[in-house]
């Protein structure tokens, strides 16, 4: 099992910049598939950037070009920086560990867009 725990959250203005970290626990994160998810007030949870164990990465339409996605597996963490935030950024963002038929979620953090 892994514990994950988000943090880098907050409020910035539109065309900001924040930089989202996921500290992971235990000695085999290399192994997992890792993700970044988001939940808006009142809809669904999406995915928002993935990465492989090996580095390959997939975005969403809407984050393509502003978002990027990157891990270390020497650190445990994977990191999500969000560049030219809009206000439709705005949302809980999620941590995910996927291994074989096992997904872990963290508690999420906050990003809130606005000015």
């Known amino acids: 099992q892994v514990q994950l725990v988000e943090s880098g959250g907050g409020l910035v203005q539109p065309g900001g910049s924040l930089r989202l970290s996921c500290a992971a626990s235990?000695?085999?994160?290399?192994?997992?598939?890792m993700g970044w998810y988001r939940q808006a007030p009142g809809k669904q949870r999406d995915l928002v950037a993935g990465i492989s164990t090996v580095g390959s990465t997939n975005y969403a339409d809407s984050v393509k070009g502003r978002f990027t996605i990157s891990r270390d597996n020497a650190e445990n963490t994977m990191w999500l920086q969000m560049n030219s935030l809009k206000p439709e950024d705005t949302a809980v963002y999620y941590c995910n560990a996927i291994l074989g038929p096992t997904g872990y979620w963290g508690q999420g953090t906050q990003v809130t867009v606005s000015s």
């Open positions: 235990g000695s085999i994160f290399r192994l997992y598939t």
